[in-house]
C-alpha cells in the first residue's frame, strides 16, 4: 500500500539543522583550507534542508533491509523519471531512453567521449558551472567559449559569436546549461530554437545539462531543449538528475534521456567502459520515492525559494547600487554584481570572508566574463538567510 505523506508548509524549511561534522563539504571545507570563525557558507550548491519525508523514509525501509545488493528498479523507476519531465515541463520521454551515471559532470564527462573524438572542440558559454570547462581538456578535447553579454542586466547569448565560435573551431558539441548557473537564465523558446538552429546547420551535437530545471521563478519556463522537435531531440542528450531538485547530492543518481538510438548506445558503452554499471541501491530508492512523492514538497520550496529572492534583492536595493542582484530566473544561485565596489578579485573574495564573514563562490572561477561578480546560494532557513543579509549590509555599509 502506498503511504499518504501529509502536506509540508514552509515551517518545514525554516527549521535550521546543524550539518557541521557531518562530513557536508559545504561546511566542512573551508576557503583555501583556512578557518574563519563565524563564517557563514552559502557556496557548494546543495541545499540547507531536509529531502521530502518519503525520501528519508525509503532509505530507513531499504536500511532496515539490510541487504544491499545490486539493484534495478526497472520500469518503476524510467516511468517515475520520464513521468515528472513531462507533467512538470512536457518532455516526452520513453523510460528505454534512460541512460544512468552517478551523476551529471559524470555524464557529461561519457557524452564528451562517446560523441566527438580527442581533439575535437566543444562550445560552452561563459560564465557556466566552472566544470564544464575542466572536463572538456581533460578529456583530450578542445575548448571553444562564447562570452555570455549582459543587456539591460539580464545576459544573453552573442549569436554571431556563437555561430562563429563553432565555425572557426570546427565545433563538434555543444555543452548548454539550461537554466544557466550562475547567471541564473531560463532561456526562452525563441532563443533554445536559435541555438539548435545554428547547431543543427553545423552538424553540432548538444549536451543539455539540465539539472536546474526544476528552479524557476514565476514568469518564467524550462523549456527542455530535446523538446523543441524531434530533429532536435534526435541530436540531444540531455541530463538531468534528482540530486538538486530534492537535494540528493551526496547519493549520487542522474539519469540522461537519449532518443537517438545511435548516439544513445554510445554513451551508454562508454559508461560501462568507465565500469559504471547503474545506480547503487540507496540512491535508486531515494530517486524513486522522490520522484513519486516529492512534488508537493518541491512546490513549497519553489515558493520558500521565491521569498528568500525578495529578501535579498531587498538587502541589496539597500546598498545603493554597491551590490546588485541579476535578476534571477532560475536556480537557486544568485549573481551579484559586485564590480561597483571596485575591488580585484582577490580583494572582493577578502572582503566577503573577512569582513562580512561569508563564504561565496567568487565569480571568476565561472571563467570569461565572472570577474567582479560573486555566486550567492540562498537555499537555507530564512534565519540563515537574515544572518547573512545582515553581515553583508554592515560590511558594505562600513566601506
Ligand atoms: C549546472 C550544474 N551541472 C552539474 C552540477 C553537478 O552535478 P553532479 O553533482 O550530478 O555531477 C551542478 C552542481 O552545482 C550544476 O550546477
Same mark, same amino acid.
Request: net charge neutral; aromatic share 10%; hydrophobic share 40%.
Given at each position: 500500500?502506498?503511504?499518504?505523506?501529509? &502536506?509540508?508548509?514552509?515551517?518545514?524549511?525554516?527549521?535550521?539543522?546543524?550539518?557541521?561534522?557531518?562530513?557536508?563539504? &559545504?561546511?566542512?571545507?573551508?576557503?583555501? /583550507?583556512?578557518?574563519?570563525?563565524?563564517?557563514?557558507?552559502?557556496?557548494?550548491?546543495?541545499?540547507?534542508?531536509?529531502?521530502?519525508?518519503?525520501?528519508?523514509?525509503?532509505?530507513?525501509?531499504?536500511?532496515?533491509?539490510?541487504?544491499?545488493?545490486?539493484?534495478?528498479?526497472?520500469?518503476?523507476?524510467?516511468?517515475?523519471?520520464?513521468?515528472?519531465?513531462?507533467?512538470?515541463?512536457?518532455?516526452?520521454?520513453?523510460?528505454?531512453?534512460?541512460?544512468?551515471?552517478?551523476?551529471?559532470?559524470?555524464?557529461?564527462?561519457?557524452?564528451?567521449?562517446?560523441?566527438?573524438?580527442?581533439?575535437?572542440?566543444?562550445?560552452?558559454?561563459?560564465?557556466?558551472?566552472?566544470?564544464?570547462?575542466?572536463?572538456?581538456?581533460?578529456?583530450?578535447?578542445?575548448?571553444?567559449?562564447?562570452?555570455?553579454?549582459?543587456?539591460?542586466?539580464?545576459?544573453?547569448?552573442?549569436? /554571431?559569436?556563437?555561430?562563429?565560435?563553432?565555425?572557426?573551431?570546427?565545433?563538434?558539441?555543444?555543452?548548454?546549461?539550461?537554466?544557466?548557473?550562475?547567471?541564473?537564465?531560463?532561456?526562452?523558446?525563441?532563443?533554445?530554437?536559435?541555438?539548435?538552429?545554428?547547431?543543427? *546547420?553545423? /552538424?553540432?551535437?548538444?549536451?543539455?545539462?539540465?539539472?536546474?530545471?526544476?528552479?524557476?521563478?514565476?514568469?518564467?519556463?524550462?523549456?527542455?531543449?530535446?523538446?523543441?522537435?524531434?530533429?532536435?531531440?534526435?541530436?540531444?542528450?540531455?541530463?538531468?538528475?534528482?540530486?538538486?531538485?530534492?537535494?540528493?547530492?551526496?547519493?549520487?543518481?542522474?539519469?540522461?534521456?537519449?532518443?537517438?538510438?545511435?548516439? *544513445?548506445? *554510445?554513451?551508454?558503452?562508454?559508461?560501462?567502459?568507465?565500469?559504471?554499471?547503474?545506480?547503487?541501491?540507496?540512491?535508486?530508492?531515494?530517486?524513486?520515492?522522490?520522484?513519486?512523492?516529492?512534488?508537493?514538497?518541491?512546490?513549497?520550496?519553489?515558493?520558500?525559494?521565491?521569498?528568500?529572492?525578495?529578501?535579498?534583492?531587498?538587502?541589496?536595493?539597500?546598498?545603493?547600487?554597491?551590490?546588485?542582484?541579476?535578476?534571477?530566473?532560475?536556480?537557486?544561485?544568485?549573481?551579484?554584481?559586485?564590480?561597483?565596489?571596485?575591488?580585484?578579485?582577490?580583494?572582493?573574495?577578502?572582503?566577503?570572508?573577512?569582513?562580512?564573514?561569508?563564504?561565496?563562490?567568487?565569480?571568476?572561477?565561472?571563467? *570569461?566574463?565572472?570577474? /567582479?561578480?560573486?555566486?550567492?546560494?540562498?537555499?537555507?532557513?530564512?534565519?540563515?538567510?537574515?544572518?547573512?543579509?545582515?553581515?553583508?549590509?554592515?560590511?558594505?555599509?562600513?566601506?
Amino acid at each position: 500500500m502506498t503511504k499518504r505523506y501529509e &502536506k509540508i508548509d514552509k515551517s518545514f524549511f525554516d527549521e535550521v539543522h546543524d550539518r557541521t561534522g557531518t562530513g557536508a563539504i &559545504k561546511y566542512d571545507v573551508t576557503p583555501g /583550507g583556512v578557518s574563519y570563525p563565524d563564517m557563514l557558507p552559502l557556496w557548494v550548491a546543495d541545499m540547507d534542508f531536509k529531502a521530502p519525508p518519503a525520501v528519508t523514509d525509503a532509505l530507513v525501509s531499504c536500511a532496515r533491509h539490510g541487504i544491499f545488493g545490486y539493484t534495478d528498479l526497472g520500469e518503476e523507476y524510467g516511468r517515475a523519471v520520464t513521468d515528472w519531465f513531462y507533467r512538470r515541463m512536457g518532455l516526452r520521454a520513453d523510460p528505454s531512453w534512460i541512460v544512468k551515471a552517478p551523476g551529471v559532470v559524470f555524464s557529461m564527462c561519457m557524452a564528451i567521449r562517446a560523441l566527438c573524438a580527442p581533439g575535437d572542440a566543444v562550445l560552452i558559454c561563459q560564465p557556466v558551472y566552472h566544470p564544464f570547462a575542466k572536463i572538456i581538456p581533460a578529456n583530450g578535447r578542445r575548448l571553444a567559449v562564447t562570452e555570455l553579454v549582459m543587456k539591460n542586466g539580464r545576459y544573453e547569448i552573442d549569436f /554571431g559569436d556563437f555561430e562563429d565560435k563553432i565555425k572557426r573551431n570546427n565545433v563538434k558539441l555543444f555543452l548548454l546549461c539550461s537554466p544557466h548557473n550562475p547567471v541564473s537564465r531560463v532561456w526562452t523558446r525563441a532563443e533554445l530554437e536559435k541555438m539548435a538552429e545554428i547547431c543543427r *546547420r553545423h /552538424g553540432v551535437l548538444v549536451v543539455s545539462d539540465e539539472i536546474h530545471s526544476d528552479f524557476v521563478y514565476e514568469g518564467h519556463t524550462h523549456i527542455p531543449f530535446a523538446s523543441l522537435s524531434s530533429e532536435v531531440s534526435d541530436m540531444t542528450v540531455t541530463c538531468t538528475a534528482p540530486s538538486k531538485t530534492f537535494n540528493l547530492a551526496g547519493l549520487q543518481a542522474a539519469n540522461m534521456l537519449i532518443e537517438n538510438k545511435t548516439l *544513445r548506445e *554510445r554513451v551508454r558503452r562508454e559508461c560501462l567502459s568507465a565500469g559504471y554499471g547503474g545506480h547503487n541501491v540507496a540512491a535508486a530508492c531515494a530517486s524513486l520515492a522522490a520522484y513519486k512523492h516529492g512534488e508537493q514538497w518541491l512546490e513549497v520550496l519553489l515558493s520558500y525559494l521565491s521569498d528568500n529572492v525578495g529578501l535579498l534583492s531587498e538587502a541589496l536595493d539597500a546598498t545603493n547600487g554597491k551590490v546588485t542582484l541579476i535578476r534571477p530566473e532560475g536556480t537557486y544561485l544568485m549573481w551579484l554584481d559586485c564590480r561597483a565596489l571596485s575591488m580585484t578579485d582577490e580583494e572582493l573574495d577578502a572582503f566577503f570572508l573577512k569582513s562580512a564573514g561569508l563564504y561565496l563562490n567568487s565569480g571568476y572561477i565561472f571563467g *570569461r566574463g565572472g570577474s /567582479g561578480f560573486m555566486r550567492m546560494n540562498i537555499a537555507c532557513p530564512k534565519e540563515t538567510l537574515d544572518a547573512a543579509l545582515g553581515r553583508l549590509s554592515r560590511a558594505v555599509s562600513k566601506l
